[in-house]
């Protein structure tokens, strides 16, 4: 089915992930653009990509996107989405983020890359975040988390070495009438 979000129809389906706050999803990806306007990586990696909402809302003239995403259904409608916008994409990799990001960054290390990831509830798996603190993977790194606890045990495995600071952090009310908030961190390299 499609979704109208940010001025564009995405495809998207229920078996995979999609925002369940339109409006909030466009705010992020709103302050997502500014950053990115700010910063203008040379190279913006989606970890946790879905289909592709944060690329296509914010990441319009950025010379180089890469997607990376593990559900097939999301992939599926990625692929369309980027298509049917006619995105310059310069690759999708299907498979698990914790395997295809580390090797895709030892085959295309690259300096001015900005890694971007909205991971699953549960957060990031303990080895993304230990190569996240240790290997060079880009200047800027953004997670969007919706659990506090899980990000903040995912900031402390990736903050140990000491590689990245916190520059900024914004709450979203990604869920009103709830406790539950939709956080943005921005780490900067040191």
């Given at each position: 089915y499609r979704v109208r979000i940010g001025?564009?129809?995405?495809?998207?389906?229920?078996?995979?992930?999609?925002?369940?706050?339109?409006?909030?999803?466009?705010?992020?990806a709103k302050k997502l653009a500014e950053y990115l306007a700010v910063i203008k990586p040379a190279r913006f990696l989606d970890l946790y990509a879905g289909v592709g909402t944060?690329?296509?809302?914010?990441?319009?003239?950025?010379?180089?996107?890469h997607c990376f995403e593990?559900?097939?259904?999301?992939?599926?409608?990625?692929?369309?989405?980027?298509?049917?916008?006619?995105?310059?994409?310069?690759?999708?990799f299907a498979?698990?983020?914790e395997k295809t990001f580390p090797r895709f960054i030892a085959r295309s290390p690259k300096p001015e890359t900005l890694v971007f990831m909205d991971p699953p509830r549960q957060g990031i798996a303990s080895?993304?975040?230990?190569?996240?603190?240790k290997e060079d993977v880009g200047e800027n790194v953004f997670y969007l988390a919706c659990d506090l606890q899980?990000?903040?045990?995912?900031?402390?495995?990736?903050?140990?070495?000491?590689?990245?600071?916190?520059?900024?952090?914004?709450?979203?009310?990604?869920?009103?009438?709830?406790?539950?908030?939709?956080?943005?961190?921005?780490l900067a390299k040191l």
């Open positions: 001025g564009r129809l995405l495809w998207t389906s229920s078996m995979g992930f999609f925002q369940n706050n339109i409006e909030v999803t466009e705010l992020v944060f690329p296509l809302l914010a990441a319009q003239g950025i010379p180089e996107v593990d559900s097939p259904y999301s992939t599926g409608c990625l692929r369309r989405n980027v298509q049917e916008l006619g995105f310059p994409l310069a690759g999708i498979g698990k983020v080895s993304l975040a230990d190569f996240l603190a899980i990000l903040l045990r995912d900031l402390k495995q990736i903050l140990a070495t000491g590689r990245y600071k916190i520059r900024e952090v914004i709450p979203f009310d990604m869920f009103p009438r709830t406790k539950h908030i939709e956080v943005l961190v921005w």
